[in-house]
């Protein structure tokens, strides 16, 4: 992921924007539905789509973390986000 601060809230919003539609079709379609404007190799259940999402987000919030920390607004003692596996 590209370096900055900047960049790395960019990166969280968009991200956390995904994971609220992937929330709100899993809200109004259920957890099996899938989008069946997709060709069926490209098709995935909301569950799976909500799952990314928050893999997503996970590794977003990590690299702010990690940002805010080389701003140095940020003591290391104080992260709480594991690193994404």
Not at 15 to 20: F, K, Q, R
Request: hydrophobic share 40%; net charge negative; charged share 25%.
């Amino acid at each position: 992921m590209r370096p900055g601060v900047d960049f790395a809230v960019g990166k969280m919003i968009e991200e956390m924007g995904e994971l609220n539609s992937a929330l709100g079709k899993t809200l109004r379609w259920g957890w099996a539905s899938v989008n069946p404007e997709l060709k069926p190799a490209y098709q995935e259940s909301n569950f799976l789509w909500v799952k990314r999402g928050m893999r997503d987000v996970h590794g977003a919030l990590f690299n702010l973390q990690r940002e805010m920390v080389e701003l140095g607004g940020l003591e290391p003692e104080e992260c709480w986000i594991p690193p994404p596996s």
